[in-house]
């Protein structure tokens, strides 16, 4: 069983069947004996972005998250401390938190940023 932290763009890829999601991510995250998680920070991220019409995104992420079968994973006191605490190779702070979250909580990150791999945290290519 493998415990994954779908970052943003790849959570929307797989909602749309977009064909940049990579096969053996899509294996991975269709794998029912594999935890797909997925952050608060990634829902307030695309909430933001549709609301100034950078991104065309479905709005019950909620819904459908849970439809998914994907878990939920909330924003904790802790997970914040821990993005202030990153160093700064990366500026996005919704990255930031992921980046905090997967460390914290053991998690693997299904991702395309470049801008990962110099923090300690393990990562899928999503276009893979």
Known sequence: MKRILLD??????WLADDQNLGVKA??????????????????????????LGKLEAPEDMDSLVEDEGFLPLPISLYHGD??????????????????????????????????????KVRLINASS
């Not at 899509?26 to 609301?51: G, L």
Request: glycine share 2%; with cysteine.
């Open 26 to 51: 899509r294996e991975i995250i269709a794998d029912p004996r594999n935890q797909i998680f997925v952050s608060a920070a990634s829902t307030w991220e695309i909430s933001i972005k549709r609301a």
């Open 82 to 119: 821990q993005a202030g605490l990153l160093p700064e190779h990366h500026k996005d702070p919704f990255d930031r938190m992921l980046i905090a979250q997967a460390q914290a909580e053991g998690l693997t990150i299904i991702t395309c940023d470049e801008k990962f791999p110099p923090y």
């Open 8 to 13: 943003t763009h790849a959570l929307l890829w």
